[in-house]
């Protein structure tokens, strides 16, 4: 299977923690990628290969896995985090990529 | 510094060809292990990957529009074309070009263009 499967939205209130998860056939034999997006804007990386970190993206984004289920944490959730969440891999032969559905994250 | 920009037309007609180009910086085609990926999103959905060519001129293409996408290089101008057959309304979207590096299984994109909006209308 190729599906990655988000839930469509989520709140949190400033401070505390978010975990958005993806959920997918192809974990844990392929790697997740995850994209934050803001109104008007691309997206951009926040977490690569399951747990790293792009230089520029703040300590608080952190991933994690667990058999076929990948998380992202927010912890200390600021107010410019509100934002789209994405996760990225691709069908279990990596002959095509593939996005997750999003989860919209709104900060009380 | 890593920039890609992507140009082509906003407004196409049904049944009409697109060509997107994706002029970039700060990366070469020519090196190993580099690509360039085209992703669509319409208006309130998702990123759906498109299509993508590597340094190798290796080319790949998304299963359910592969009849319809082509995808080139030109290395000599850091450019990178799509284009799209038959273009319908459900077609329209913001289309984004953005880097990928054969680092990982599967690759990631980063960074992305600003993207360009299109519409498919009559």
């Known amino acids: 299977s190729s599906e990655l499967t988000q839930s469509p939205a989520m709140s949190v209130s400033p401070g505390q923690t978010a975990r958005i998860t993806c959920s997918g056939d192809?974990?844990?034999?392929?790697?997740v990628h995850w994209y934050q997006q803001k109104p008007g804007q691309a997206p951009i990386l926040v977490i690569f290969?399951?747990?790293e970190r792009p230089s520029g993206i703040p300590e608080r984004f952190s991933g994690s896995t667990s058999g076929t289920t990948v998380t992202l944490t927010i912890s200390g959730v600021q107010a410019e985090d509100e934002a789209d969440y994405y996760c990225?891999?691709?069908?279990?032969?990596?002959?095509?990529?593939?996005f997750g559905g999003g989860t919209k994250l709104t900060v009380l | 510094q890593i920039t890609l920009k992507e140009s082509g037309p906003t407004l196409v007609r049904p049944t009409q060809t697109l060509t997107l180009t994706c002029t970039f910086s700060?990366?070469?085609?020519?090196?190993?292990?580099?690509?360039v990926g085209w992703i669509r999103q319409p208006p309130g959905k998702a990123p759906e990957w498109l299509a993508l060519i590597y340094w190798s001129d290796d080319k790949r293409y998304s299963p359910s529009l592969q009849t319809r996408l082509t995808i080139s290089q030109d290395t000599s101008r850091n450019q990178v074309v799509l284009t799209m057959t038959n273009m319908d309304p459900v077609d329209s979207g913001t289309y984004y070009c953005?880097?990928?590096?054969?680092?990982?299984?599967?690759?990631?994109?980063?960074?992305w263009g600003h993207g360009i909006l299109v519409t498919v209308s009559s």
């Open positions: 290969k399951d747990t």
């Open positions: 953005a880097l990928s590096t054969m680092a990982a299984r599967p690759d990631w994109f980063d960074p």
């Open positions: 192809v974990f844990p034999l392929l790697y």
């Open positions: 700060g990366f070469s085609l020519r090196t190993n292990g580099v690509g």
């Open positions: 990225q891999s691709a069908d279990s032969s990596s002959v095509f990529w593939v």
